[in-house]
């Protein structure tokens, strides 16, 4: 995608000037559903449940209804850099910026060694009610409500987008989608949702910021994909990828190390189709269904990886490349 120049009103120098100076917050609660796996989700079938998030408001000057972004949080819980970071460099773009928690209302603090503690549907269902509950509240413009996530929450970035579990998360709610998805490090392993021939994307902007070294969630399972949804959607996804960045680039915390961190690396993509949940591995076409799939899974899985960033160097090229997208899509002026 064509490069934009910038009169960026932030320098890389006041990055870690802003960092933690946001509005004041505000923790507010909301209807949301506890769906047990995608499955379900892409029939629509879940119960009702209340979760929480934390909302900022933009600290420049707005004109008229106010964009909003959900920030959906990775594994380990809302992270620091969630609320300390990337909510107040939404909030100085005139965006009012709600962080989600799907982990502390439901009894768990991680799942980083355990994904099954929480569903893998939760995410990206709280963030279809978080976009419903924003686009009700008057203060915002429900057409320009996004989302950005990590990791975890960047696949709930990626599958917010998919136009069967919207429709049928909010089924009274067909008109209403996000404006932009902004998935970091998600995992794309078996992220590739397909109904007739199609990826069933709403169309709405995307933007995949990935780690040339992320031994937890590759890059690479995810470029065939992200290239493949450029051509049936083309002009509206975009993608970078981070040469020598880690899983979790965005925190400066230097690179920790979790020996049970379970990942599917060594996993084989595969393919879902969503009216029939069929998956097959998509290099062979081979079929994995029942004990075929949990075979699979007991072979390739494994367990080992690195995450975060010795400096901000990272967070400050997806800072720059954001805004940037955000600019080239009119999100922002």
Known sequence: MKK???SWFL??????GFAGIASAEEKLAFPSADFADKYQMALGKGTPTEIFGYLTMPTIA???KIPVVVIAHGSGGISLQDRDFWAPYFNHLGFAAFVVDSFTPRGVTRTVEDQTLV??????????????????????DANKIGIIGFSRGGNAAIETATRTFKDHVLPENKDLQFAFHIPLYPG?????????NSFDKTGAPMLFLLGGKDNYTPAEQCIGMIKALQIEYPKVIEYHVYDGANHGFDGNYGV?????????????????????????ILATGESLRGAKEREFYKNCVTTGVSYGAYNSKYREMAAHDIEAFLQ?????N
């Open 4 to 6: 934009i120049a910038l």
């Open 188 to 196: 794309c392993q078996d992220g590739r949702y397909r109904k007739n």
């Open 256 to 280: 920790k190390y979790a020996a049970m961190g379970e990942t599917s690396r060594n996993c084989a993509v595969l393919e879902i189709d969503l009216d029939t949940w069929a998956k097959h």
């Open 119 to 140: 569903s893998r549907a939760a995410n990206t269902v709280d963030a279809f009610y978080a976009l419903k509950f924003l686009a009700a509240d008057p203060r915002f």
């Open 11 to 16: 320098s890389l120098s006041l990055f870690s």
């Open 62 to 64: 707005v004109e008229g």
């Open 328 to 332: 080239e899509m009119k999100m922002i």
